[in-house]
């Protein structure tokens, strides 16, 4: 069964990161390199389209929706979540920037056989696109987008979305794959905020830290 390997003493060392010098230091990828050197063959697969999935800036629309569909093929259940929720936070962004512009929505977004979510936001003219009952972050999204008088904090609040996303995928589980992948997003999110804005970034990493020290400090290992 995928995903049933517990990394102890992996998930332990990340508490030995530190700020000192603030970020200075704070090397994403080879952090990356590091944990995904120790999972296993099919965790490690799952960790390198997850960092695929993080940096798609540039990338065509055919490869971008085909790194999507080979998650939603993964037998790694994060993986498939993460990768179902990321592409719909992309979507709503790009048809709320599309309706903003006034241009076909249909045309900006990316698409997947089976998922709904496209189709509404391409066809509803609703404030929310008619899925207020389909994503529980829609309202909190749109807020941020609909604000033009600060782009740090738009932005800021839709990485925020994203890392209380990843907690709540991994939050059943300690020790295992999940939690490894949801630090790997929390980490690519930092790195995008040590160049957006540093004080933001350090406050994220700090927050990281504590939450993987509190997880430690508060597990006990079954004998």
Excluded at 120 to 126: D, I, M, Q, R, V
Aim: proline share 2%; aromatic share 10%.
């Amino acid at each position: 069964m995928f995903g049933n390997k517990q990394y102890y003493g992996l998930v332990a060392g990340l508490r030995q990161l530190t700020m000192e010098g603030g970020l200075k230091g704070f090397d994403a990828d080879a952090l990356y390199g590091e944990i995904r050197r120790e999972l296993s063959h099919e965790d490690r697969r799952a960790a390198a389209l997850l960092w695929s999935l993080s940096d798609i800036y540039g990338l065509s629309r055919e490869r971008i929706e085909q790194l999507y569909a080979l998650c939603a093929a993964s037998k790694c259940g994060f993986l498939r979540e993460w990768a179902h929720f990321d592409r719909n936070l992309r979507n709503v962004i790009a048809a709320h920037t599309a309706r903003d512009r006034g241009l076909v929505v249909a045309d900006s977004l990316l698409s997947i056989e089976g998922d709904e979510v496209p189709l509404s936001l391409a066809k509803s003219t609703a404030a929310d696109f008619g899925l207020k009952g389909e994503l529980d972050y829609i309202d909190k999204l749109l807020t941020a987008l609909g604000d033009d008088a600060n782009i740090i904090e738009k932005e800021r609040t839709i990485d925020l979305i994203r890392w209380d996303k990843a907690d709540a995928l991994a939050e059943f589980d300690s020790f295992g794959a999940p939690t490894l992948l949801a630090y790997l997003v929390k980490v690519s999110l930092i790195r995008r905020w040590a160049v957006l804005d540093p004080a933001t970034g350090r406050e994220m990493y700090e927050t990281l830290l504590r939450n993987y020290e509190l997880r430690i400090t508060n597990y006990e290992k079954p004998l």
